[in-house]
């Protein structure tokens, strides 16, 4: 007696499920540039690692003697492989199968994938393309009924948050529910000019007085810049390399601590320009992100939301080769100072940062909150304190090197000032409750108008309150614990993440991410 037969047919249906929507569904999918699931599985993966889970779930029609006559795959694709020898769990929607809608698909395959990945602690990652687990409105006609909607697993997706490490690209037109998993996530990805995403499709759209196409809805230059979506990349290849490089940085789960990477690059390196990096001017601005490269180990800085709250620049890099995050703040953008969506920034980074036990290096230069009408129109006191929360209730190491200024509620947020202080201070160091900038003339007002020669005294206080304002006075009364040589920042800081590692708890903390 042998199973042969069975075995056989098993390896017939197999077939038809890589298959996927059939030949011309495939060649459409190829004309408008895009790969197919199984095509971004393999990229994605090592080779040969995948093991797919229910690869023969679909839909089969049988003759009147029980033969098989036609299989439809399920069009989500899901199971176990490795990324750099690292199992991860994967999930992809399969767009040449009815676009991805739910329909088309069994739901407790996507329901599986996030469950498999939570119980096992694996990193997760979404392939996301068409409505991504939502239905359809033919389902409608098939079913002949309607039904409450209720977003089945969603309570797994939530629990991921606070568990494993959730990467969504979305790659392709994403809709519904697939775009509520694509930011949903730790770090999402869209393709330029190629994904799209949108709580609902131009044609939907278009019935409330919107004719729009899919890229003027829903483009990634929308979402880069209102901070739905974390990095926007130029291909599917690009998008699938950015999330293995994340992958790199954090742990499989919070129940482990963020691996070291082998560092060539020596920690006591300096570099000579950092000098002068800072202008004397305060009005000048300079690139923080070149004090960044410079600073953080080689080519490890990787930075999300780069198009969104502006003023604020954050990341993951590498000190010595421990992962960490990078917050900074880019004076090119309201001189550093914190809108709404740069405070949002903020929190989120807190987060991760948090999640996954990640220490923190903050590179300051925060003038305050943006102020005016605008300002107050966008609530921006509201998410201030949000971010500031987060910066209080964060429990990893911490470090702040103060760059120039720090002015204001928001620029006490560069760290929390009930922890230790474990901060440096460059010799630009420019702080206090409000800039004298425009602030000396209404301070000593009724001294100007009495003097009979108000501009010679201007100078004067000018002049001594410039001497008031030197970080050196500071520092004497221990306010700011140690100003220090900007080229000597690399070596403290990769001190700081040597003496930070063994800090590290794993767990789950109080809080995951809040997306």
Request: net charge neutral.
């Amino acid at each position: 007696m042998s199973w042969e037969k069975d075995i056989n047919e098993l390896r017939k249906r197999e077939k038809l499920a890589e298959k996927m929507g059939g030949k011309e569904k495939l060649k459409r999918q190829k004309d408008n540039n895009r790969l197919n699931v199984r095509e971004r599985i393999n990229l994605l993966l090592d080779k040969n690692s995948f093991h797919e889970f229910g690869k023969i779930s679909g839909k089969a029609e049988y003759d009147e003697n029980g033969e098989l006559i036609n299989f439809t795959p399920s069009n989500f694709v899901m199971g176990k492989g490795k990324i750099d020898g690292k199992d991860v769990v994967i999930g992809g929607d399969d767009f040449t199968v009815r676009g991805g809608a739910a329909d088309a698909s069994i739901a407790q395959k996507q329901i599986m994938a996030e469950q498999f990945a939570n119980e096992y602690r694996l990193p997760l990652i979404r392939l996301i393309e068409g409505t991504g687990g939502g239905g359809s409105v033919k389902s409608l006609d098939m079913d002949s009924r309607t039904y409450i909607p209720g977003n089945p697993g969603w309570d797994w997706v939530v629990k991921n948050l606070s568990t494993i490490p959730v990467i969504a690209l979305a790659l392709g037109p994403v809709a519904g529910l697939g775009a509520a998993r694509a930011v949903t996530s730790h770090f999402s990805i869209m393709v330029e000019k190629v994904s799209q995403m949108f709580v609902a499709g131009p044609p939907v759209v278009k019935r409330v007085g919107e004719d729009l196409s899919k890229e003027e809805l829903g483009g990634s230059d929308i979402h880069s810049k209102n901070g739905a979506i974390d990095i926007v990349v130029k291909s599917e290849e690009e998008a699938i390399e950015k999330a293995k490089s994340i992958l790199s940085y954090l742990p499989s789960s919070v129940f482990e601590l963020p691996p070291r990477h082998k560092s060539e690059d020596d920690p006591n390196r300096k570099d000579e320009w950092l000098i002068s990096a800072i202008p004397n001017d305060r009005r000048k601005v300079y690139k923080s992100r070149k004090i960044i490269e410079t600073i953080f180990d080689k080519s490890s800085f990787l930075e999300f939301g780069k198009n969104s709250g502006q003023s604020v620049v954050a990341g993951l890099a590498r000190l010595d080769g421990w992962p960490v995050g990078v917050l900074a703040s880019d004076p090119y953008f309201y001189g550093g100072g914190w809108t709404a969506n740069a405070s949002n920034k903020v929190t989120r980074f807190v987060d991760i940062a948090e999640t996954f036990h990640l220490p923190v290096v903050h590179l300051v230069d925060n003038p305050g909150f943006v102020i005016g009408l605008e300002a107050e129109k966008q609530g921006t006191i509201r998410h201030g304190a949000r971010a500031l929360t987060a910066v209080y209730q964060a429990t990893v190491p911490w470090c702040s090197v103060i760059l120039r200024k720090v002015f204001g509620v928001a620029g006490a947020a560069h760290m929390n000032a009930s922890r230790v202080h474990y901060r440096f201070a460059w010799p630009s160091g420019d702080w206090g409750s409000l800039p004298m900038e425009g602030g000396i003339e209404a301070a000593f007002k009724s001294d100007l108008e009495k003097s009979d020669n108000p501009e010679k005294l201007l100078k004067e206080i000018e002049e001594r309150m410039e001497m008031v304002r030197s970080p050196f006075r500071t520092a004497e009364s221990f306010l700011a614990e140690e100003i220090i040589d900007p080229r000597d920042t690399r070596r403290l800081l990769c001190d700081f993440a040597n003496l930070a590692a063994p800090l590290r708890t794993p767990g789950k903390t109080s809080f995951g991410l809040r997306p």
